[in-house]
């Protein structure tokens, strides 16, 4: 089922949108947790770039939305509700992995999170915990999985994430809901391969350093790093490109552009790809972009356009998020709800 459609079989979700404050967009390439400043977007600027096709499609299934913590106890009121375009998108690595940590090529071998990792998950959901989501993208694979289940139990929301089984006709059916007040407190979670990490072919089990000590470091670099050299039967970044960002495109992005808040878990080379996609960066650009594990990134949606908020790698939430006035209501609300 297309994810649209579910969303709508799963009920009403809530929905925030956001205002874009004069923050400084100008984009942060983490490196194992350094950030390197390299102004690419310039304050007040953000990309639109080959989305007017995108934004026809979602005008169109544009609806009203709830206020951003409306819930059944609270008896939305139609004051509440208001129509919004703007929307949060977070990304985020996975935390670290077995293979990480055994510094493995890892691409789509299926390995699980370290204690490390979890831990990184679970801090990344304590970064996010105030920050609306409809909706959960994660690869198919368990270490982005386990990342998102882990940072969403963190949220203060405390609606439930779901992964969604529409792999068959049965399993759609046998996981189906009876309850719509138990839906308007579940997330979808919904698991696309395309959102895999890049397959590395006959690298994938060697040790990265011992790879880089019989090919030369020049060579294992090239495999690693370049846009378009692929290692020995996997695929490059733009093979990996391809399938990533074209899914994004066909299924993400007209959710932002309706409103929804969507989180995005998945891997080093498939969000380089799609963060390539929503900074507009170059082949020679996206080279030297390296995500850390377990750090989420925060986008606005607005109006086709996407406007980098920053990374939470600071102490504080707040410091780093620097609210804006929507989202800070909407942490408002979460306080009185708790109270
Ligand atoms: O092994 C991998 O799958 C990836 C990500 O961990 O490695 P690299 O840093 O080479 O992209």
New binding site residues.
């Given amino acids: 089922m297309a994810a649209t459609a579910f969303h709508q079989a799963i009920g009403t979700l809530i929905n925030s949108g956001f205002q874009q404050e004069n923050g400084n967009t100008s984009l942060r390439l983490i490196s194992n947790g350094f950030r390197v400043d390299v102004g690419l977007l310039k304050k007040g600027s953000s990309c639109s770039r080959g989305r007017s096709s995108v934004v026809a499609q979602a005008s169109s299934s544009q609806t009203s939305v709830l206020n951003p913590v409306s819930s059944p106890s609270n008896n939305t009121s139609t004051d509440s509700r208001k129509k919004t375009n703007e929307a949060a998108l977070i990304l985020i690595r996975h935390g670290e992995?077995l293979?990480?940590e055994k510094n493995?090529?890892?691409?789509?071998?299926d390995v699980p999170l370290t204690k490390k990792g979890v831990e990184e998950a679970i801090e990344a959901g304590q970064r996010i915990s105030n920050i609306p989501v409809d909706i959960i993208y994660t690869s198919a694979l368990i270490r982005a999985q386990m990342t998102a289940m882990l940072a969403m139990a963190q949220h203060r929301r405390k609606k439930v994430p779901i992964v969604m089984h529409n792999e068959s006709e049965q399993a759609k059916s046998w996981s189906q809901i009876f309850s719509e007040e138990t839906k308007k407190q579940c997330i979808p979670v919904i698991t696309a391969w395309q959102l895999n990490?890049?397959m590395?072919g006959e690298?994938?089990g060697l040790n990265?350093q011992e790879t880089a000590d019989r090919y030369g470091k020049e060579q294992v670099h090239e495999?690693?790093?370049s846009y378009d050299i692929p290692p020995p039967n996997g695929e490059s970044l733009e093979m990996c490109a391809q399938r990533a960002v074209a899914y994004f495109k066909e299924h993400i992005e007209p959710l932002l552009l309706s409103g929804k808040n969507v989180m995005v878990a998945a891997?080093?080379?498939s969000l380089?790809s799609i963060i390539m996609y929503l900074d507009q960066l170059t082949s020679q650009e996206v080279i030297s972009l390296?995500l850390s594990?377990g750090i989420p990134m925060l986008y606005i949606s607005k109006e086709g356009k996407f406007v980098r908020r920053g990374s939470p790698v600071g102490p504080t939430e707040a410091g780093v998020y620097a609210y804006t006035k929507n989202l800070a209501l909407y942490r408002q609300k979460l306080d009185e709800m708790v109270q």
């Fill in positions: 992995s293979w990480n493995l090529f890892t691409g789509c071998v990490e890049r590395y690298l994938q990265k495999w690693r790093r891997h080093g080379n380089r390296e594990t």
